[in-house]
């Protein structure tokens, strides 16, 4: 069994009732029919393919943290909030 440091991680909290397919639609994950308890690695990636981030989604009864590469917390925000619809139910929520 081997721990690692990532105190430094970005970290954001991505809550609501459509934060399951909100972010399934975001990632190159199955993440719509994830269970809480699942752990789940996925790409981050733009409407271009371009990668924004690996990231580490742990998946909560209410919400799913998402755990990314340090100082990488605004850009995925920022990346998430051009993408949120007006009738969305998503919170974003930074707890880097």
Do not use: W, Y
Request: proline share 1%; net charge negative.
């Amino acid at each position: 069994c081997a721990f690692c440091d990532r105190s430094d991680a970005a970290v954001l909290q991505i809550g609501g009732a459509d934060r399951l397919s909100f972010l399934h639609n975001q990632t190159t994950a199955t993440v719509d029919t994830a269970l809480a308890g699942d752990v789940l690695e996925t790409a981050i990636v733009t409407a271009k393919a371009q990668m924004v981030d690996l990231v580490t989604l742990f998946v909560q009864e209410s919400s799913v943290l998402l755990v990314g590469s340090p100082g990488n917390a605004a850009a995925l925000a920022s990346h998430f909030d051009k993408h949120v619809f007006r009738n969305d139910d998503v919170k974003i929520t930074d707890l880097s």
